[in-house]
Each structure stands twice: as C-alpha cells, then as structure tokens.
C-alpha cells in the first residue's frame, strides 16, 4: 500500500473518515508533505515567511484505520525506512520558538538536500538524519484539535530519534486507532529550538503491529544508534529554578558562543542551535536551582 | 601539587581562606571525597540513610586561590585525568530526588568499581564514565551559600560530561576566584534522577587557565566524545506544559518499562536509571505541550 501526500489533514478529531485501513502486521509506504504544505519553495526568501497560512500549517498523511484497534491497545509503529526531499527548509517565524522576543523577525534558509548532508548555509551543512515530526493517533475527545502541540497520544512529538531503525509505541484511544503522520524533518536538534527543523517532503515505509490492551500511558520509542551524536561538543549552560527559563537561558548563551567563533548572524546561528544542538536536563535534583546545557558538536565551530 | 581530600569545606563562601594558591597554566592534582564525606562504607544498608549528617553533605576540596583572578575573568579548567575510587554509593534519600513522592524509604546500593565496570547491583554494571558533580568559584555576594545548588559560579552543576577530556569554562566572581570541588561520580545519567550517581572518592588532575575579562555568563563545558552513549536505547516521554512535570512523568514511565522488562524493584529501577539514562528535552517549542525524554540503552533491559 502506497499512500501519496496528497491525503492530508490539519487537525486531530476522531471523526475523521480513514483513508485506508491497514490489518496488523501490515507494511506501508507513506508520502507526507513539509510542515509548511508546500507554500514555501526552494526559491523562497524570509519575506515570504509572514505570508503561510497557518491554517495549512504541519499537514499530516492519513488516518488510517488499523483493523481491530481498540481504545488500551498499543499500537507498534516499526519505521522500517525513510526518504526525504533534495530540500528543505528552516525558518524563525514570528512568535513562534524558545526565543521570540530576541528574534521577532521572520529568517529563512533553504537548504540544499544531497549526498546525506543538508546545506543549511553556503558551506555549512548537517548530517541528514530522517525523523518523522508529527505521528499519532485520534484523541478520544470528540472535535477537532490543533495539530500543533502534542498530546499523549502522539502528535506533534519531534522526537528526533523517531526515525529509520526506530520503533514507537503508542497508545490507541479510539476504535481504530487513526494513525496519521507528517512533519519530517531531514535534521533537527533535541528541543527544535527556533521551532524548525530542516522541513522536508519524505517518503516512509512502515509496519504497524498491535498488542492488545499493552498502551502505554505515554509515547515509548525505541531508539536506533544512527541518531547518536559522535563528536566532541560545546556545552553551554542554563542554571536556575525554572527549567524552561534555564534551556533559554543554555540556548542563548550557545547562540553567543556560534556568533562569537563563526561570525554567523545570530539569526543563523539560532537555525543551527535548532538543527544540531541537543538540549540535555543535566540535573534537575539539586534544589532550587536545575541545570539544563545545549551541546553541539565542535566541528561547527571551527 | 597535590592535595588531599581531608581540606574540604562544605559551604561557597569568599572569605574562606585559600589552602593552596596556583598559577595560571599551572597542573595541580586533587583528591576529592565523596559526597557523603566518608559517612557511608562498603558494608552500609539502606537503615545507615536516614542517620547521614546533612550538614557533612558534599564536601569539596579546596577553596584554591588562581593567581591574578579577577572578577569578570573566565577560569579555564582542563580535566586532564581522573580515577575514581574501588567502590562507590548509590542511594535514594528521602525528601530529595525528581520523584521523592512515590520513593518516601531510604536506599542504598553498594558498587563494586573494577575493570571500568561499576555492579550496582548484582549481575548488573554500569560503565565507568568519571565526573566531577561539583565544581565552582565563590560567588561574589559575601557569607556561606548552601553547596546543594548550582549557581552561575559552578558548583553542584552535576553536568556529565565534566570528566577527563573536558574543559570547564567558569565565570569568575571574586579575587582568586578561590574554586574547589568535589562530588565525583563514577557514572551518572542526565538528570541525575534519584539525585545521587555512584558517589565515589576520586583524584583529579586538572591544568587551571585564566583568560582576562572573558566570563561567560553562565558555565560553558567543552565535552569529550567519551560521555557519549553508543547503544539503541528505549526512550520514554512525559508530554505537557510544564517541563519538571514532564521529567517526572518521563522518568516514572522508564521506571514502569524497567520493571515490567526485568523484574527489578522500582527503587533499583529508579537507582539505575539516575546513573544510567538521559533525559533530553525533545521539544521545547510546539505551544503549548513540551516532550522530555528519557533514554537507557535497550542493553539494560534484556
């Protein structure tokens, strides 16, 4: 079964009618569309940013129906394989990301997709590691809910290591499942710090097994060493009360180390922190004060 | 140089008289001892928790006087070599840790380190990847600062990844900026979840540089890629708005998925995790749900 990414949808909601139904142990290949929905294209600038419609935001291919999923099953998604675009894109969209209010500005770079390297900026390019940014079930609360954030059931996770080799786990909530995804990402950085990925069209091969009445209570993944980082890396620090205030905090001072040794722009340098740098709880045990730190590899730095 | 771990304190303060002063560019070797300042031994159980004297917690070695130091100077410290001790301590202590709630009785498990390996419990090691869990320079504000937490002067930061082959970049806040440490912990996972590694004595070598006028806001740590973990791992996630409640929930499910693969207790569970796995924050970005992590390498479980 081959389903092409024209079959998309904008919102959660468990009446939605299943493009296919897909028997347990099944494998399918799924085409997903950039989180942008195509508007953007390799000739776009950042002055094409304000203008998306949001409304169009983050499309996911589906639902489908997996036969005989019931509400406490778990659903096992296998990602067997995964392609993505020749592009792709990284943005700073105003009001949107870790930190707004130091970039209220909207910031675009296209990045050339080849040879498993992703251009981001002439001459500076990131490993391509595929992971699929958005892939989960219908709540069991009726109406329509945003795609943005995401939820127990899945969703918009952008769990980076949600990629080829890994296996997810999710529990079904409605008769069926409704399983849906989109949002791959060719890179992204634990955190997706501007709010960004490198956004890229993919094509994914999947096998979807059931276990019955086995859901977890929250996404479980199992993870492929592909997605490890390998290098010496630069590890700044945020040390506070508040860990959402600290990975700011770590994130900002990385943006000021990128900008102080490259002489990138600070705008660059926040799309890089977003699709190699990986935000670590380091301690969140030494009362008050938690440490969150942003490592990226060395070798951006040289 | 060499000092030996009897000349600790147990509090940051700028008026503690240096024990010893170094130059820049200098190498000095430091014995550190444990955080439980000898209170515990290889033969301790559970029972010996609750009668630790808190007020002996975490001693660090030190305060060292840099020579030339100055306030807004960044102290540039190089771990050129670190060995830990033949046993170390790993324990939940009631009151403290990410999920005090669900753990309320003390313990304590005992490891043998040899070979690289430390046995937390038996039959089960975990690798040796020394580290330092507290080192800092006094805070400029004057009189007695509690060790426990981590400020922007170091301190208990717990971060990982300070072990041999790293450099710790830290601001300086006072004349000499007086550093010490302490803390080491044989192996230790990102977040430190019960709160305590494998606490252990250890000896440091470290060269200390200065850098005029060049403080980082907050600690900067260049990583060795030795603190990476190489296995396939199983992740586990907490979802929702709020990023210490998604760090509980995170790690409560590794807890469930430890027990239900391996029949461990839960508090071994929870020991292993706080010196074996990571939590990572996967996004931080898709209002108004965050998704944090948590990572232990799939070769615990089988």
Redesign the interface.
């Known amino acids: 079964m081959h389903i092409k990414r024209t079959e998309t949808h904008n919102a959660w909601d468990r009446d939605l009618a299943p493009i296919a139904v897909i028997a347990p142990g099944d494998e399918i290949t799924v085409e997903t569309t950039d989180a942008g929905d195509g508007q953007l294209t390799p000739g776009s600038t950042a002055a094409d940013v304000p203008g998306l419609d949001f409304s169009r935001i983050n499309p996911v291919t589906g639902p489908f129906e997996i036969e005989g999923a019931r509400p406490g099953d778990a659903l096992v998604i296998d990602i067997l394989d995964m392609s993505v675009g020749s592009w792709g894109w990284t943005a700073c969209i105003p009001g ?3 930190l707004t209010e130091e970039f209220p500005d909207p910031h675009l770079r296209v990045s050339t997709i080849a040879d498993d390297r992703a251009e981001l900026l002439p001459g500076l390019s990131v490993p391509v590691v595929p992971m699929i940014g958005t892939i989960g079930v219908a709540p069991p609360e009726p109406g329509p809910h945003s795609i ?5 059931w899945g969703g ?6 949600i990629g080829p ?1 890994a296996r997810l786990v999710l529990p079904v909530g409605v008769d069926g499942a409704l399983l849906s995804l989109g949002d791959a990402h060719a890179a992204m950085g ?6 960004t990925g490198v956004e890229t069209d993919a094509t994914v091969r999947l096998r979807i097994g059931l276990q019955r009445d086995a859901a ?10 592909r997605t ?12 506070g009360p508040d ?2 205030v600290a ?1 700011a ?2 994130t900002r ?1 990385l943006i ?2 990128i900008v102080n040794r490259t002489g990138l722009a600070a705008a660059d340098a926040y799309l890089l922190a977003s699709v190699a740098a ?16 942003a ?1 990226l590899e ?1 070798a951006y730095l040289t």
């Open positions: 949107f990301g870790l943005v954030p995401p939820r127990r918009n996770l952008d769990i980076r290591h080799g634990d955190g997706e710090v501007c709010g977890p209570k929250t996404p479980v993944v199992e993870t492929d060493p490890h980082r390998t290098g010496a890396a630069l590890a700044t620090t945020g040390v860990l959402m990975a905090e770590a001072a000021t180390e990986d935000l670590k709880i380091s301690e969140v045990v030494d009362v008050p004060n938690w440490v969150v730190s490592h060395l």
